[in-house]
């Protein structure tokens, strides 16, 4: 089962979560919303 969670704001440049070419930035957004992906899936989800 996939699951999911609906940020309050978008993904932006500025606060580096995003790449030039728009991509996302998968380690800074693991590290910025640990708490969220904590709550989803449990400790395990960020190593």
Same mark, same amino acid.
């Given at each position: 089962? +996939? %699951?999911? =969670? !609906? !940020?309050? $704001?978008? !993904?932006? !440049?500025?606060?580096?979560?995003?790449?030039?070419?728009? +991509?996302? *930035? $998968? *380690?800074? /957004?693991? +590290? %910025?919303? =640990?708490?969220? /992906?904590? &709550?989803?899936? &449990?400790? =395990? =989800?960020?190593?």
């Amino acid at each position: 089962m +996939k %699951k999911f =969670a !609906l !940020l309050e $704001r978008e !993904l932006t !440049l500025e606060n580096d979560e995003l790449t030039p070419t728009l +991509k996302v *930035r $998968r *380690r800074v /957004i693991q +590290k %910025k919303y =640990a708490t969220v /992906i904590d &709550g989803m899936y &449990g400790e =395990a =989800a960020h190593v």
